[in-house]
C-alpha cells in the first residue's frame, strides 16, 4: 500500500475519532474520541466521559481499547492501530502498550500531559517491552473543538466570577 494510501485511510479513521470526540463535547465532556482499528475495521470506538461516569480513568482510549476487546474477544490487539484526536497521556499509552496495540495515531498535542512526544516519550523508552509505532498527524478539526471548549470553561469561569 502507498504512502498517499495509508495516509488517506488514517485522515478518515482520525475523522471517525473526531466523530467520537463530538459526543464527548455535547456531554460537556473534554472533547477527546478514539477508535481502535484492526484489518481497516473499527472494533472499538470511545469518547471521555470522566464527568459522566465519575471515573478517573474513563478516558477515550481506555473506552475505545475495552470495547475493542469486547468486540474481539481478546485483551491483545496485536496489529491493531488506535486513532484518537489527542496525544495520549501516560495512562493511555501504558493502557496501549498492555493491550498490545501496534500503532497510533494522534491529531492534536497534549502538551500538559501528554505522554508520546509532548511530556514523555513512553513509545521510545528502550526498557520496555513494548513497541508502538505512532504519528502526529495534525488534525486541525481535534485541534480547535479543544481550543473551543477550554476557552468556554474559561468564560464561564470569569462570567461567574463577577
Known sequence: MSVLNVRKKDELFLEEAYKEALKAYSLDEVPVGAVVVMDGEIVGRGFNRRITDSSAISHAEIIAIEDACKKTGSWRLDGATLYVTNEPCLM?????????????????????TGAVVSRLRVFDEKKLPFKVKYEYLKHEKSIQILKRFFKEKREAQWEGSS
Open 92 to 112: 493511555c499509552a501504558g493502557a496501549v502498550m498492555q493491550s498490545r496495540i501496534s500503532r497510533v495515531v494522534f491529531g492534536s498535542l497534549n502538551e500538559k
